[in-house]
């Protein structure tokens, strides 16, 4: 999978993210202006070289409401207790969530050529699970009509807190947590002017039937 847009273009300041690295190697998270890289096998890297990105969406995330969640039993929990504090369903929102998480689970996808598709690729998501880990949840809420470009709904990717460990979010418990919200009413969308891109059919539906993951598209977006 070809990366249309370098690393740079997709870092604000200040951002909160979740993306795939070129050739759907793992995951990233962009956290604080940082970039962390979780590789197939679980180890994390930070990124500060010249790299591509395939799919990336990106915020400047300054929170407009934070708040505490209590006793979150799992992500369905999270998602539910998030709902309320989100003004419209036709917006998008970035959400940050800080605290120890006495279950988490995690994936990150491995290493494919550059003929690979999304959905191949994930045929092999290795997963990982932690237990009474600190870290920080970052997520991107899309409305339903934005699934073309984005993943309608929650989004989580995950970070621990001495940036060792991470990835997309199946699943997660924690006693309590602390939750930063910004909506989001811009979105500026970075499209490939070469490349693979320009003859894909993109209105075929490459998501697989469970564990969907991010749309097969090679193109940056961000939150303006």
Known sequence: MEGPCRHALCLPTETSAWELSDNSTGEMVVLDGNIYQVHGDGRVQRRQDDFRVPFAVVSRFQPEETFNINAVGSLNDLERACDPHRESDNLFYALRADGVFERMHTRAMKATSTATTLLAAAQTQPEFPFHGIEGTLVCIWSPRYSSSFSVPGCHFHFI??????????????????????????????????????????????YRPPNRSPEPDHSYAARSV
């Open 160 to 205: 621990s807190k001495d940036r060792t460990k991470g990835g997309h979010v199946l699943d997660c418990s924690a006693n309590e947590l602390r939750v930063g919200m910004q909506m989001l009413s811009e979105y500026e969308v970075q499209l490939p002017e070469v490349g693979s891109f320009l003859k894909t059919n993109l209105a075929v539906d």
